[in-house]
């Protein structure tokens, strides 16, 4: 199957979908971490699967998000080791410092529990936003090296090279100042542009 390349209108839709989605999903992790998070308008475009962790270094966090209603398919967000850390020990009453050491099973699940919530946020988003109920499933984390694009590539039902790449700038108070991105398939992109264009006429 040939793969589309997105018009600059298609490109606008997923821009303007993710502004919102994320806008209230922020709200969501503020009460989680009980400090004021800030999500910047995203940067959206199109990029090579081998292109998708450029902006890391060593070892990120990867959640992945699958839809179970309203959309088919998944998407992936990207953090940093040091963002998960500093959102774990807040969500645990802490101050946001106490991020020495390795990654460990209950930073995983902290970072699970925070991306359900905002993705949970994010998805009645989507569900207004395309005129259709969506949910999601519980997400899948992993910690991995970002040499590991093989383990990146079975994260998504698709054999697809082109990917939406959509990036935020995200601030927790003074103790986070970073990028979280997101990542799907282009067809999963389309899928969502035309369910969004359908609701508008």
Do not use: W
């Not at 989605?21 to 990029?47: C, E, F, Q």
């Not at 088919?72 to 645990?92: A, C, I, R, S, Y």
């Not at 460990?104 to 949970?120: I, P, T």
């Not at 970002?146 to 590539?153: A, G, L, R, T, Y």
């Amino acid at each position: 199957m040939e793969e589309m390349v997105l018009t600059n209108e298609q490109v606008d839709i997923l821009g303007e979908i993710a502004n919102i989605s994320m806008g209230n999903s922020a709200t969501t992790l503020s009460l989680m971490v009980n400090r004021k998070v800030d999500i910047t308008t995203p940067n959206v475009k199109v990029i090579k699967r081998s292109e998708a962790l450029d902006d890391y270094e060593k070892t990120c966090i990867f959640v992945q998000i699958h839809y179970v209603k309203g959309l088919e398919g998944n998407n992936v967000l990207v953090l940093k080791e040091h963002d998960v850390k500093v959102m774990t020990d807040l969500m645990m009453g802490g101050d946001g410092t106490n991020t020495a050491g390795d990654i460990s099973d209950l930073h995983l699940s902290a970072a699970s529990e925070a991306m359900n919530q905002m993705m949970g946020t994010s998805a009645t988003s989507l569900s207004s936003m395309l005129g259709v109920a969506t949910d999601i499933s519980t997400p899948i984390v992993n910690q991995i090296d970002v040499e590991s694009i093989k383990v990146f590539e079975k994260m998504f039902d698709t054999t697809y090279d082109k990917f939406v790449k959509i990036a935020f700038r995200m601030t927790i108070a003074d103790l986070i100042d970073s990028v979280m991105v997101q990542l799907y398939p282009t067809n999963f992109a389309e899928d969502m542009c035309n369910k969004f264009m359908d609701k508008g006429k």
